[in-house]
């Protein structure tokens, strides 16, 4: 009833970007991707009273707002219309490569300091619409996205929440798993060769230069590789500590890393219909939760909790007269202060509980599948580093340039790809990196496509046959 299939992500937001992937290579995302656009996108439940029926509708959204907070009545369409500038004038700066400070030194760039904030959190920028700290929490939730705190992740990442209402959330029928297999489909139709159930067990290196992947099938020689693994797991396991000057093992160790998350995908006798696609919680004291998480490394009693009902929308995720619950709660990464061997059972009562308070009743007595996963598992058999499932924290020291690059600095003809690089965590966030990545290997193997030639023809990549390997996790 639930599969590995239906790990990871949830929900699509801003599908331009997987548009215009698919466009490139000759295919339209629409037919080969069935997609739904939610609406309610979500329930959102306030531990500390009240509720929100979140719709991309704006004139019910305003009403919505203006039910739960009269004196927010019209800020929603404000925080709109200014985010709306922010992110048209900043998302171009999310679709290059960040290599340098020089490029943050952009004039450009620098002409945006004013509108984007970087000196001001995610809640204090929406503090300046919304009044009411229930109302802030709707639109801030989202940093955890990224891993992180409102109230410590940069403003800029506003344009998050405005992405939604903007550009709607969809949900891909089959589950978002369903969008890798038609590209892995695709792939195959244009020649690529995919090897499944073959990890990486080491990298060959002449000098800095990468030159081959190991399996235990055989080596891989290729003139570029792609990390598309966990960047702090993946480096620490595969990439001897002598080769890399950045990104040594004590410095990838020194670093901030996100939260993590304690999951139950669970395969339920019978429907939800009157539970929404998504509802999420916010725990009564919301900044105590955070704290649990970024700072003391504790479990919390009351934690925010979010859960997806995908049945209501999607009828091919179970057999009929079933559903699926996905349960997420927001942790500490592995941390010495939570033994999960001992908390992982009482923990699983905690999101029990949560479900009957937000009203998704009898759960317990319906659970028909279970898999739980904790920040153990997520570093143990996932291959994520201190189970950080959203990678590295996004403050302003780990963003940019300041990321590991696309083309990683470190180790010739290693690029790199997902959360731990630039632009960083979340979706589509991922796919952005995914193209300034294939745009950097295209142009150092002086390959050009129909749309684009390359920018650079005279790279140093010697030509070679044009292989390109792409190692997935260890």
Avoid at 137 to 154: D, E, I, N
Avoid at 363 to 369: A, L
């Amino acid at each position: 009833m639930c599969s590995s299939d239906l790990l990871g992500p949830t929900f699509f937001l801003y599908p331009r970007v997987l548009e215009e992937i698919f466009s490139t290579c000759g295919y339209d995302l629409r037919r080969e991707v069935e997609m739904v656009r939610l609406d309610p996108q979500y329930r959102l439940v306030f531990g500390a009273g009240g509720e929100l029926l979140c719709t991309p509708d704006i004139a019910r959204m305003e009403a919505e707002v203006s039910r739960l907070s009269p004196a927010d009545r019209g800020s929603f369409t404000r925080f709109m219309e200014q985010t709306r500038e922010k992110f048209l004038r900043f998302a171009p700066f999310l679709e290059q490569p960040f290599e340098s400070w020089r490029d943050l030194a952009s004039p450009d760039l620098l002409k945006l300091m004013p509108i984007l904030k970087p000196w001001k959190s995610l809640d204090s920028e929406l503090g300046t619409f919304f009044s009411d700290e229930r109302i802030r929490l709707a639109f801030t939730f989202q940093s955890k996205y990224l891993g992180m705190s409102p109230f410590r992740c940069p403003s800029l990442f506003s344009i998050l929440s405005f992405l939604e209402y903007e550009h709607g959330v969809f949900h891909p029928i089959g589950g978002c798993g369903a969008v890798s297999a038609a590209m892995a489909r695709l792939a195959r139709e244009m020649g690529v060769e995919i090897h499944y159930e073959e990890p990486v067990e080491a990298m060959q290196f002449e000098g800095r230069r990468i030159t081959a992947v190991r399996t235990q099938r055989g080596d891989y020689p290729a003139d570029a590789t792609v990390v598309n693994a966990d960047f702090a797991r993946s480096m620490t396991r595969l990439v001897p500590d002598r080769l890399r000057r950045r990104w040594s093992d004590r410095s990838i160790a020194a670093k901030r890393f996100s939260c993590s998350t304690f999951m139950l995908y669970l395969g339920i006798d019978g429907r939800y219909d009157d539970v929404p696609h998504h509802t999420i919680y916010l725990s009564e004291n919301y900044r105590d939760n955070l704290a649990d998480i970024e700072t003391r490394h504790v479990l919390s009693r009351d934690p925010s909790m979010y859960v997806q009902n995908a049945g209501v929308t999607d009828p091919t995720l179970a057999p009929a007269g079933m559903s699926t619950l996905y349960l997420l709660i927001p942790v500490t990464h592995r941390h010495p202060n939570v033994d999960w061997t001992r908390e992982a059972s009482r923990f699983r009562e905690v999101a029990l509980d949560q479900c009957e308070r937000i009203g998704i009743e009898g759960v317990r007595e319906r659970i028909r599948y279970e898999k739980m996963l904790t920040p153990d598992d997520w570093q143990d058999g996932y291959e994520i580093y201190r189970g950080a499932t959203f990678n590295l924290s996004h403050d302003l020291t780990q963003m940019l340039h300041m990321r590991p690059h696309n083309r990683f600095e470190d180790i010739d003809r290693m690029y790199l790809v997902g959360g731990g690089t630039h632009p960083g965590s979340g979706l589509p966030v991922i796919y952005s990196s995914a193209r300034i990545t294939s745009e950097l290997l295209l142009d150092d193997l002086g390959v050009g496509t129909a749309s684009r030639p390359p920018r650079r023809p005279d790279a140093a990549v010697p030509r070679g046959d044009r292989r390109a390997a792409v190692a997935s996790a260890p």
